[in-house]
């Protein structure tokens, strides 16, 4: 396995709270024109997955400086029968056409801010247009690939370019009334800026599982696409010579064999072209605190031969100071550049877990960290 140098810069894009609400799930993406944007959501603290509006932040020099954030999704909610409907797109780059497309989903609340979780259509996928130069969403409809009609759930993830112009979208989902989670991967086409169904992989299941598998990441180096996914048990990984037909999923593993202990949580891959990287948070001896040990937020080499991680090329990528850095985003920037962005999300664990003060005495302050891993 070649040796991969390279050097990681650490930068706090905003930080702040009003006490009640703290941005989340930010992402990096570009548009057409050659600027740099991270979007992020607003989560509101007084409960659990209660998300608000989304906004965007803009650099006109490359991402060395950014604009005040402003108001981005604008998509309008519905409120019927005492539901409360919050649908959210994000926007997404596509090389081939040089233009953007939408991805997003449908979020549910009783009484205006309980997640609906369980019942049909409780999240339905969201695909649509974007128009870059307006910075707005011009278009949302629901989409659901053949295999899916029955799904009550289903959620796309950070979709991947192939190398033919068709874009690759990990997702998961619940088939009927089923409690475990299963993973596909679609394919697509772009046209005008928006999707067109292609094919569909069979389903990647765990039985086994208590809720299944789900928030999948893929990319791909060389000939071979890697997957990884979440289980509340462990993280899991398979690989693919088509991005259709996958392994039977595995547990991520250290090069000495020993399990990498990410549970109920996401990984992300970080990509160049001669290499890939795993970004993940797992258990140590000093996080206890952390929702989930969702922090620090580590990355290290995967070695494609093995399919396992090189645990002496483990390093931190962003520092634990009390919040929990588990819903982030890896954007490529360019061949020798790529962006890890997260935030420190201000709720904790424990007998009260919307006291952000928990974490506030660790040091978290809400931070967006952008983070620049460059060759």
């Not at 595995?250 to 970080?270: A, P, Y």
């Not at 954007?331 to 664990?349: F, H, L, P, Y």
Request: hydrophobic share 35%; with cysteine.
């Amino acid at each position: 396995m070649k040796e991969i140098a390279y050097t990681m810069y650490r930068d706090v894009v905003a930080e702040g709270y009003d006490g009640k609400t703290c941005c989340i799930a930010p992402k990096a993406f570009r548009t057409p024109d050659g600027r740099l944007h991270i979007d992020y959501t607003t989560l509101f603290l007084s409960g659990s997955d209660v998300f608000g509006d989304r906004y965007v932040l803009t650099s006109e020099d490359g991402g060395r400086s950014f604009s005040a954030p402003r108001l981005f999704n604008g998509l309008p909610e519905k409120n019927e029968d005492g539901v409360r409907t919050v649908s959210a797109l994000n926007a997404y780059y596509h090389k081939a056409t040089n233009s953007c497309f939408a991805l997003g989903r449908e979020t549910r609340y009783t009484d205006g801010h309980s997640p609906i979780l369980s019942g049909r259509n409780i999240m339905r996928a969201l695909t649509g247009a974007f128009d870059a130069e307006a910075m707005t969403f011009t278009s949302c409809e629901f989409v659901s690939p053949p295999g899916t009609e029955e799904w009550d759930a289903l959620t796309f993830m950070e979709p991947l370019e192939d190398d033919d112009g068709t874009v690759l979208i990990p997702a998961y989902g619940r088939p009927g009334s089923r409690r475990q989670a299963e993973v596909a991967v679609f394919r697509f086409a772009v046209e005008n800026g928006r999707l067109r169904w292609l094919e569909s992989s069979p389903s990647i299941t765990r039985h086994d599982l208590a809720r299944g598998l789900c928030e999948p990441r893929l990319t791909k180096l060389g000939g071979t696409y890697y997957l990884t996914m979440r289980s509340d048990e462990i993280g899991w990984f398979a690989r693919s010579e088509d991005g259709m037909r996958f392994t039977v999923p595995t547990e991520w593993r250290w090069d000495d064999g020993e399990i990498l202990t990410s549970r109920n949580t996401q990984q992300g891959w970080l990509r160049f072209p001669d290499g890939l990287f795993l970004v993940y948070t797992r258990e140590t001896p000093h996080n206890a605190h952390i929702f989930r040990r969702r922090a620090p937020l580590f990355l290290a080499r995967f070695d494609e031969e093995r399919d396992c991680l090189v645990r002496d090329t483990e390093r931190i990528a962003v520092p634990e100071m009390g919040a929990r850095l588990g819903n982030f985003c890896v954007t490529e920037i360019s061949d020798g550049e790529a962006w890890i962005c997260v935030c420190e999300w201000m709720q904790t664990t424990g007998p009260n877990p919307f006291d952000h003060t928990v974490c506030a005495r660790y040091g978290a302050n809400n931070r967006l960290w952008r983070i620049r891993i460059v060759r």
